[in-house]
Nanobody, 116 residues
Framework: QVQLVASGGGLVQPGGSLRLSCAAS????????MGWYRRAPGNERNMVAF??????ENYAGSVKGRFTISRDSENTVSLPMNNLKPEDTAVYYC???????????WGQGTTVTVSS
């Protein structure tokens, strides 16, 4: 089991930037991927980005080129977000997938609001 704490959300104007961070604890050695999902008002939770242990990065088309996912250490992942748009407004959730049990664990969520 992995415990995750997400931070870094806030209120920014369109075109602004934020950096989300996620810190993991627990079965760190079992983590295969870490990533970010988001839930916008009125929508389902959707994948934003994830990164594998081999360093392969994957992005939703709506954020590619604006967001970057990075493994800053064995147990931390960050998501610098640039050129934020109102449609990026959502609660962002960090997750981790572990192997070989194929568990998915979730953080508590951090809110990003992009508005003038």
């Amino acid at each position: 089991q992995v415990q995750l704490v997400a931070s870094g959300g806030g209120l920014v104007q369109p075109g602004g930037s934020l950096r989300l961070s996620c810190a993991a604890s627990g079965s760190i050695s079992r983590i295969a991927t870490m990533g970010w999902y988001r839930r916008a008002p009125g929508n389902e939770r959707n994948m934003v980005a994830f990164i594998t242990n081999s360093g392969s990065e994957n992005y939703a088309g709506s954020v590619k080129g604006r967001f970057t996912i990075s493994r800053d250490s064995e147990n931390t992942v960050s998501l610098p977000m640039n050129n934020l748009k109102p449609e990026d407004t959502a609660v962002y959730y960090c997750n981790a997938n572990t192997s070989p049990d194929s568990r998915t664990d979730w953080g508590q969520g951090t809110t990003v609001t992009v508005s003038s």
